[in-house]
């Protein structure tokens, strides 16, 4: 019940922020207020939740650090699709057309912000937090990954294989970010520089769906399996070998920090932290938080 009661709380407030930013089109300026709006309610209804349901302090919400690994996050996301698009234009796929408008641009952060705020928070800090909590990180990585993918079939112009690319690619790499830092920005940051770039700077299509191009007026053409083909560049070979790369960093960088969670066995009756999924090393040594 527990992770039924979080799910229709945060799916709820994304859902009606979501309606706003619907409402708001044709005003980037609204746009942007209702996308921000959308990301500022789900974070609360997040924290107001676990609290209620967990009698515990929501610390991969907290505000500790949030601007700088955001920050980070956003930046790292950016280069990771300039890398995508850069190797797709290499090999003839993708060209500029023309230039966009800036209150376009302005306007995708806020529709942006919000799909990545409600996305982490239900793929990353409840599915994927209470699957770890009780199956171990291997299990969780790959089932929220698969749903996180699943869920992309219904965006115009999916394929099963676009699918599956954002099942390798961004359910693997956002997990891996949240187990790396026990923190929900990061996955944030990366989430939203990526689609930022996509859409907001080379003007791409972002998992199917026809967004307004923002700063450049951007056409990708050859073959699908290079350039994304209709489902953009998020269906590149070279999106998944980017993100794959990254997401090989990321966990051992979690393994190095001891971040990893064994699959719980009932013969050793392991303890996990409810707060980061971390196991407790004895049965009366207090768990604590990793950052």
């Not at 599915?127 to 969780?140: D, M, N, P, S």
């Not at 007026?217 to 350039?227: E, F, H, I, K, N």
Request: proline share 3%.
């Amino acid at each position: 019940m527990r992770l039924v009661t979080q799910l229709v709380v945060v799916g709820t407030a994304a859902f009606v922020g979501s309606a706003g930013v619907g409402a708001a089109e044709g005003s980037w300026a609204l746009t942007l207020l209702a996308g921000i709006a959308t990301a500022v309610l789900s974070l609360l209804a997040y924290r107001w939740v676990v609290r209620r349901t967990e009698h515990r302090d929501p610390v991969e919400a907290g505000r500790a650090g949030a601007g700088t690994a955001l920050g980070r996050g956003a930046l790292v996301g950016a280069l990771l699709f300039v890398t995508v698009i850069g190797a797709i234009a290499l090999g003839g796929g993708y060209r500029v057309d023309g230039t966009g408008s800036v209150a376009v641009a302005a306007g995708l952060v806020g529709v942006m912000a919000a799909a990545a705020v409600t996305e982490e928070l239900l793929f990353r800090g409840i599915l994927f937090r209470v699957v770890e909590q009780r199956l171990g990180t291997w299990v969780a990585l790959a089932l929220t990954g698969v749903l996180f993918g699943a869920m992309h079939l219904m965006n115009p112009e999916a394929t099963l294989w676009g699918a599956a690319a954002i099942a390798i690619e961004a359910g693997g790499m956002l997990g891996a970010a949240y187990v790396a830092t026990r923190k929900l920005w990061l996955p944030i940051g990366l989430h939203l520089g990526w689609n930022l770039a996509a859409s907001g700077l080379f003007g791409t299509v972002v998992s199917g769906n026809d967004t307004p191009q923002g700063l450049l007026r951007g056409v990708t053409s050859g073959p699908a399996l290079l350039s994304g083909g209709a489902f953009g560049p998020e269906a590149s070979l070279y999106s998944v070998l980017v993100c794959v790369v990254a997401t090989a960093v990321l966990l051992r960088l979690a393994r190095r920090r001891g971040h990893l969670v064994p699959a719980r066995r009932r013969d050793r009756g392991a303890v996990t932290s409810a707060a980061t999924g971390t196991p407790a090393r004895t049965a009366t040594t207090s768990a604590t938080v990793s950052v």
